[in-house]
């Protein structure tokens, strides 16, 4: 079992970059495909990008395509969400969350995920 801690949000501006980190509890980092997704008031859970195990693969939704970055430090059991020119509609909590242990498909769905981090707010004002 992995335990998952966010970290980085906070009040932006449109425009203003923000990074997201996301801490894995130590020992088995590597085993883990991982993404981040983001829910805004009314609205359901999004997918917004994911990496798998050893950080080869990437894959983004539409809307952060060119904006965002994901990225995994196994060295520190962390993975990081650079985010860039930023807008309004970004605002949400944005969660990170891992796989089961050596699976590399379906990253792009809640479903494909087994454990959660706590999430972390993101505000962009206009």
């Known amino acids: 079992q992995v335990q998952l801690v966010e970290s980085g949000g906070g009040l932006v501006q449109a425009r203003d970059s923000l990074r997201l980190s996301c801490a894995a509890s130590?020992?088995?980092?590597?085993?883990?495909?991982m993404g981040w997704f983001r829910q805004a008031p009314g609205k359901e859970r999004e997918f917004v990008a994911a990496?798998?195990?050893?950080?080869?693969?990437?894959y983004y939704a539409d809307s952060v395509k060119g904006r965002f970055t994901i990225s995994r430090d196994s060295a520190k059991d962390t993975m990081y969400l650079q985010m860039n020119s930023l807008k309004s509609e970004d605002t949400a909590v944005y969660f990170c969350?891992?796989?089961?242990?050596?699976?590399?498909?379906?990253?792009?769905?809640?479903?494909?995920?087994?454990?959660w981090g706590q999430g972390t707010q993101v505000t962009v004002s206009s």
């Open positions: 969350a891992a796989t089961s242990p050596y699976r590399d498909f379906g990253l792009r769905a809640p479903a494909g995920y087994n454990y």
């Open positions: 130590r020992g088995t980092f590597g085993v883990y495909a």
């Open positions: 990496i798998s195990r050893i950080g080869i693969s990437t």
